[in-house]
């Protein structure tokens, strides 16, 4: 019934960590439910970011010298999937990897609930897992794209509308974004213009992560830099 009520850019709004936050409509029946019991979903993005979060940290054991260093590129292995698709009172992070290794102190979120913990319950409840895609680089991790089923989710470089950047089979531009220009990207933390996480590698490099800037154009970063985020979860 989404389409009959809903239109894309539509707002709604519900408590983030006891807070009023604003979500936006950004797809309808764009994704596609894990449960084959479900077809439609609409698709929500909060209208700014919520928090500054760590994508993933420096792993000291690795043996690539950026990875080491700057952290870790690969989306399905972060530090950040893991907390946004957390119900728990206090986020226990899991180690993904031989080399993995736990958030570090510049982004305290992490010390907290899981994401799912903080916003209202009856959101939660209607929630539902979709079938998403990224990138991986080329460097470490062979190309191709790493497919991955969760609740919430960074958007891709594709799905703001700019363009494709590596293997990005599956991945569409979601309709709130269609032609968009930059100052229709830009989000807000605490009153401010924020640089915001998308999920993309900078696939040439194995820890660099595509972002948003205040002004709403694409840039990349050091994965263990703490930026604000901006997720999406889907009603179904």
Not at 4 to 32: A, C, K, N, T
């Amino acid at each position: 019934q989404a389409n009959r009520y809903f239109r894309i850019g539509d707002q709604l709004m519900s408590l983030y960590d006891g807070e009023p936050i604003v979500w936006v409509v950004v797809g309808i029946d764009h994704d596609e439910p894990s449960d084959p019991n479900y077809i439609n979903s609409m698709t929500i993005q909060t209208q700014d970011c919520i928090d500054n979060v760590q994508f993933d940290a420096p792993e000291p054991n690795n043996l690539d010298e950026d990875r080491k260093n700057k952290g870790n590129n690969r989306y399905i292995h972060s530090a950040k999937r893991q907390w946004l698709n957390s119900s728990a009172d206090t986020f226990q992070w899991q180690s993904q990897h031989q080399y993995d290794a736990p958030p570090t102190s510049s982004s305290n979120i992490y010390n907290g609930p899981g994401f799912l913990k903080l916003i209202d319950p009856e959101l939660v409840a209607v929630l539902g897992k979709v079938k998403k895609q990224v990138a991986r680089n080329t460097v470490t991790d062979d190309g191709g794209q790493d497919i991955f089923e969760d609740k919430v989710f960074p958007l891709s470089r594709v799905e703001v509308g700019l363009d494709s950047e590596g293997d990005t089979t599956g991945e569409k531009v979601y309709p709130y974004y269609q032609g968009a220009s930059n100052a229709d990207r830009i989000k807000l933390l605490n009153g401010s213009a924020r640089h915001w996480w998308l999920r993309s590698p900078f696939v040439s490099t194995s820890y660099l992560v595509r972002n948003m800037l205040p002004g709403g154009s694409l840039s990349s970063t050091y994965a263990y830099n703490a930026l604000g985020a901006a997720p999406a979860c889907v009603i179904i």
